[in-house]
């Protein structure tokens, strides 16, 4: 099976702007989670979805918003982008709630200027 | 809500010796505890986890223990060889998110010379 995939890979963008990423979970998977990786405050969760409905939330501002296709592909954006936003952005899949797996994709890098 | 710690943050062996990598989380609702390592710019891969109602679990070369009444488990890499340089991170979820929500250590970086 393939793995996870994250589209774009990088991404350069300018404070103000919004910003969209893909994820495409491993064929069967059902449940996507994303990430955030920063040095400063290392790997962070964003939200998780499951059936097209958000699960879980973490605690980000609501300019980072998500969402899944019936095709449980995902997809989040950050609208309104600050410097701070330059990050890591991974996303990964588990075969169903309350699986306890989760395999994460290569990750799109956002670089903010 | 849960926070889990992690040391150290470095790691030097030489190869052939043991590293240990130890976290404590502070949620006693948590009850899966998976390990990841990340090689530099490389997606983090699962290598090992353990669930509540075990207290240890070994897998070749490494091996997870987990103390419930501490409130801690440790990650023991024997043997280590070169390529088990990177950065390891241990995280904790619980059945109420669906297991879904990790909260990450803060890394190992572990660097093994030969």
């Known amino acids: 099976k393939a793995g996870v995939t994250q589209t774009p890979r990088y991404l350069i963008k300018t404070r103000g702007q919004q910003v969209t990423l893909s994820c495409s979970p491993i064929?069967?998977?059902?449940?996507v989670s994303w990430y955030q990786q920063t040095p400063g405050q290392g790997l962070q969760f964003l939200f998780e979805?499951?059936?097209?409905?958000?699960?879980n939330k973490g605690n980000f501002p609501g300019r980072f918003s998500g969402r899944q296709f019936s095709n449980s592909r995902s997809e989040m954006n950050v609208s309104t982008l600050e410097l701070g936003d330059s990050a890591l952005y991974l996303c990964?899949?588990?075969?169903?709630?309350?699986?306890?797996?989760?395999?994460f994709g290569p990750g799109t890098r956002l670089l903010v200027l | 809500g849960e926070n889990v710690e992690q040391h150290p943050s470095t790691l030097s062996v030489q190869e052939g010796d043991s590293a240990v990598i130890k976290c404590t989380y502070s949620?006693?609702?948590?009850?899966?505890f998976p390990w990841y390592k990340q090689e530099l710019g490389k997606r983090p891969q699962l290598i090992i986890d353990?669930?509540?109602?075990?207290g240890e679990k070994k897998d070749q070369r490494i091996a997870v223990t987990l103390n419930k009444t501490a409130k801690h488990f440790s990650l023991h890499i024997t043997e280590t060889q070169p390529e088990d340089s990177a950065v390891y991170f241990c995280?904790?979820?619980?059945?109420?998110?669906?297991?879904?929500?990790?909260?990450f250590g803060t890394g190992t970086r572990l660097l093994v010379s030969p």
């Open positions: 979805y499951f059936s097209e409905t958000q699960r």
């Open positions: 990964a899949s588990t075969l169903r709630w309350q699986q306890e797996t989760q395999y």
């Open positions: 995280a904790a979820s619980q059945k109420n998110t669906g297991f879904q929500k990790l909260v």
């Open positions: 949620d006693s609702a948590s009850n899966y």
């Open positions: 064929s069967g998977h059902r449940s």
């Open positions: 353990i669930r509540s109602n075990v």
